[in-house]
């Protein structure tokens, strides 16, 4: 008997995840405010969660993404008023970026917009299940990020 992992098990798996990715992104997207990017309310959320300053480099990293997407992604959120960048007081090499009191009010218009879709997968799936599937796709999350 072998220890191997199951190889089409996880390639099923896998092929779960993306397909409920794309499916999430599709339906988050068309109810988000018309003119919010699906970037910007994840962007915007983060912000609110961690309820500080970030440098682009940071946000880049935790998103995982180049910092030229990254910067025109901010470049797009601060000509909408969402986000404030400004340079570092100490550093004059960095900048900072911060969530504005309009993109707070956006970022909960969002969240407004896609609660009915959380309530639906709540309701259709049980939140037994969500406590059991979260713990894992949070695992395969961090032991994916760690690459």
Do not use: C
Not at 28 to 50: W, Y
Not at 108 to 116: K, N
């Amino acid at each position: 008997m072998t220890n191997a992992p199951d190889i089409s098990l996880a390639i099923s798996l896998f092929s779960e995840i993306l397909t409920i990715d794309q499916l999430v992104r599709n339906r988050i997207s068309k109810a988000l405010p018309k003119g919010m990017e699906l970037s910007h309310f994840t962007l915007l959320n983060h912000l609110v969660h961690i309820g500080d300053e970030r440098t682009p480099a940071q946000l880049a990293k935790t998103f995982h993404l180049t910092r030229g997407a990254l910067s025109n992604t901010l470049s797009r959120m601060e000509r909408q008023g969402y986000v404030h960048v400004r340079p570092d007081w100490d550093d004059a090499r960095r900048k900072l970026v911060a969530i504005s009191p309009a993109g707070r009010v956006a970022r909960d218009q969002a969240v407004s917009a896609i609660i009915p879709l959380v309530q639906e997968a709540l309701a259709d799936m049980g939140a037994d299940k969500m406590r059991v599937a979260v713990p894992i796709l949070r695992d395969l999350r961090i032991r994916l990020a760690d690459d």
